[in-house]
T-cell receptor
């Protein structure tokens, strides 16, 4: 059972480089989310997609863009990476909006030098 | 403002001790949902429980129990007879209804270490 799959698991970038983090879920969920986790900060919502075709900003959207490619896939793009974006990124999905339990991917550990 | 506070940053106990993780939330909404998630050292996030604002019954699942009290805006989590495998970071979270797309707000987490 794959659930939520994130790629890559690890990545090192140089400042100014661009990168897309991929996320796919196989549970036929409507809603998908991107979070970042920093030490002592918990998880903070970057962007979310309540349903296919819609995306909205979360708490910390600056420096990121997202694409809900189809119902299964939700990608996160860093156009010009900055050291402040060094973090662990989690993708999640839920059946129908946030009131349903979210299922998380294993995370992407991103370092920006 | 809606937020979740987990005042205990780190807790360390010896195996078989009982331990309670505190969660206090703030919201002006009358309808809301609260969650607990576990993040073991391996890093994945695991859903533990969901509670809605209309159901104040306490919940017990094996060694885990949850005490939801609207009067004090708290949703505390107790592990009875803790085990080393319970060592993890535990997050409490609140769903904020917003324009039909509900977003989860997490507390900063409590790191629990259970020593043998």
């Amino acid at each position: 059972n794959a659930g939520v799959t994130q790629t890559p698991k690890f990545q090192v970038l140089k400042t100014g480089q661009s990168m897309t983090l991929q996320c796919a879920q196989d549970m036929n969920h409507n809603s998908m989310y991107w979070y970042r986790q920093d030490p002592g900060m918990g998880l903070r919502l970057i962007y979310y997609s309540a349903s296919e075709g819609t995306t909205d900003k979360g708490e910390v959207p600056n420096g990121y863009n997202v694409s809900r490619l189809n119902k299964r896939e939700f990608s996160l793009r860093l156009e010009s990476a900055a050291p402040s974006q060094t973090s662990v990124y989690f993708c999640a999905s839920s059946a129908n909006r946030g009131r349903q339990p979210q299922h998380f991917g294993d995370g992407t550990r991103l370092s920006i030098l | 403002a809606q937020k979740v506070t987990q005042a205990q940053t780190e807790i360390s106990v010896v195996e078989k001790e009982d331990v309670t993780l505190d969660c206090v939330y703030e919201t002006r909404d009358t309808t809301y949902y609260l969650f607990w998630y576990k993040q073991p050292p391996s890093g994945e996030l695991v859903f533990l429980i969901r509670r809605n604002s209309f159901d104040e019954q306490n919940e017990i699942s094996g060694r885990y129990s949850w005490n939801f009290q609207k009067s004090t805006s708290s949703f505390n989590f107790t592990i009875t007879a803790s085990q080393v495998v319970d060592s993890a970071v535990y997050f409490c979270a609140l769903v904020l209804p917003e324009g039909g797309s509900e977003k989860l707000v997490f507390g900063k987490g409590t790191k629990l270490t259970v020593n043998p």
